[in-house]
């Protein structure tokens, strides 16, 4: 499956962005989805994720409560609701498949990944 993330951009500490990500090559219902971001000088970390069917998600402390994630199989679609943004939310932040079992978090079992889509919080 081939992804591509959009939707970053500047916003001001307590400010809001969505992401998005869109799916070709094969229906996201099969992929567990899921978001990471990579910080200058630092290792790519988990973000959210959200089941097939999109009944279950989970969230990186550090994002819980703020940040939102949803899926639109029927659009191949999944989105990053991002509000109550912090400076050390700045990343670059990547969609991501994986077929392993649900509730990882770690990077090697997402083996489908977007271009990643900037976001900047300044503040």
């Known amino acids: 499956v081939q992804l591509q993330a959009s939707g970053g951009g500047l916003v001001q500490a307590g400010g809001s962005l969505r992401l998005s990500c869109v799916a070709s090559?094969?229906?996201?219902?099969?992929?567990?989805m899921g978001w990471f971001r990579q910080a200058p000088g630092k290792e790519r970390e988990f973000v959210a994720a959200?089941?097939?069917?999109?009944?279950?998600?989970n969230y990186a402390d550090s994002v819980k409560g703020r940040f939102t994630i949803s899926r639109d199989n029927a659009k191949n679609t999944v989105a990053l609701q991002m509000n109550n943004l912090k400076p050390e939310d700045t990343a670059v932040y990547y969609c991501?498949?994986?077929?392993?079992?649900?509730?990882?978090?770690?990077?090697?079992?997402?083996?489908?990944w977007g271009q990643g889509t900037q976001v900047t919080v300044s503040s």
């Open positions: 090559g094969r229906t996201l219902s099969s992929y567990v």
């Open positions: 991501a498949a994986s077929r392993s079992r649900w509730g990882t978090q770690s990077v090697a079992d997402f083996a489908s």
């Open positions: 959200i089941s097939w069917s999109g009944t279950s998600s």
